[in-house]
């Protein structure tokens, strides 16, 4: 989302995106700015989307735990062991 978001602000123009570190692009709340925003934008994932995505890059990045199928997967993370 910072990525689209910047290009908007840069008409396209990816040379800002690349020039600015993204922490200097966009605040990020949860590290306690100094200042609040007048505009903020929120962006939530479906959980299901992050269920899939996560269960798939455990299977690849080997440090991570063997996920086991789908369906154990899903029950460690409705646990919040995912």
Known sequence: MLEILSLIRSDGDPRWCRSVPNW???PWLETGPTFV???VIYTVRN???VL???YHFS???R???DP???EQFLE???QGDG
């Open 63 to 65: 440090p991570y735990k």
């Open 37 to 39: 925003p007048a505009q």
């Open 68 to 70: 086991g199928s789908l």
């Open 52 to 54: 899939v995505s996560l």
């Open 76 to 78: 460690k993370f409705l």
């Open 59 to 61: 299977r690849i990045f």
């Open 24 to 26: 200097d692009r966009g």
């Open 47 to 49: 959980p299901k989307d």
